[in-house]
């Protein structure tokens, strides 16, 4: 049945409210984006592109949900939306409810800890060093590559910090990312909402060159923000296997092995991160930030030796490798 006028103002009169307290903070964090970094390849750090997804006023659901947004509300980077809270053990506030510039922890990792490919993962990474990456945000010795986690960790408590860190440390890791090798991929574009890519409608294939492409298994669950829908990543043929020879035996001297510091499995190791089965793309984004000086800290200057002398094509093999590897 058609709406009436009189019954659709009230919506979009609510929309345009949350829209308008919105704006600040969406136009600072397009603009982020837009920044790309010097001496890095797009597909590692995307851009905004022009072409846009129709977003209406209307409630969006998800199968399994008994809960109905609006995109304006799925979008809303200080109260993100928790479509299934039952699923979930109970959060502290600071994943759910953002403040000043400080978003909330889900709005970008969203509530299972997973995250979008270009924000990565938290799932079961020591306490202790996320603690740590958010004082390195804060301090400016570790650049994000649009300055969007640097605002965050000014504006983060370090009660939050802590709470935040020992809630994703917490949480059971899982295959977010499913990896393929591939010559060609379909042709997409980096979508107005944090940098996530989609293939464009109608569009063809293109070749895949040195590039990792990770698409939606289902672009319109991440477009809700749905936390049981996970990605492709795309890497081009022979990648898997030169990844592990890096990995494994740090390639007759082009790097170090990874294991020595990230433990069997690339599981980690005390304080140092595991590495399997996260997102192929955020790794990537990790080996260029530690290679051009923008990630710096305290255990950095081992990862700048590591990944001195790694070309494209490695950086591309050796994510996507640790990309496949069960958590």
Known sequence: MRRTLMRRTPCVALCAAVLCALFPLLAAHAQQIKEQPPNSPTWAFPLITEMNIPEGPEPQTLPGSSRSYTFAQIYDLLNPPDWFPDRHPASPEIILKGHGRAQACASCHLINGLGRPEMGGLTGLPAGYIVQQLADFKSGARIDAGGRMNNVAQ?????????????????????????????????????????????????????????????????????????????????????????????????????????????????????????????????????????????????????????????????????????????
């Open 155 to 327: 504006d983060l408590s370090s009660q939050e910090a802590t709470q935040a860190a020992d809630w994703f440390a917490s949480l059971e890791s899982r295959a977010f990312t499913r990896v393929v090798e591939t010559g060609s991929v379909p042709e997409s574009f980096v979508g107005p909402r944090g940098g996530t890519r989609f293939a464009k409608p109608g569009g063809g294939m293109e070749p895949i060159g040195a590039r990792i492409i990770t698409l939606p298994e289902d672009a319109e669950r991440v477009r809700r923000r749905d936390p049981f829908a996970g990605y492709v990543a795309h890497v081009p043929v022979g990648s898997l296997a030169a990844g592990r020879t890096l990995v494994e035996t740090g390639g007759a001297g082009k790097t170090t092995a990874c294991g020595a510091c990230h433990g069997p499995g690339m599981r980690g190791l005390g304080n140092v991160p595991g590495l399997a089965g996260q997102h192929p793309i955020y790794t990537a984004r990790q080996l260029y930030l530690f290679k051009d000086g923008r990630r710096n800290g305290p255990t950095a200057a081992m990862m700048k030796a590591a990944v001195e002398r790694l070309t494209d094509e490695d950086i591309v093999a050796i994510s996507g490798y640790l990309g496949s590897l069960t958590p």
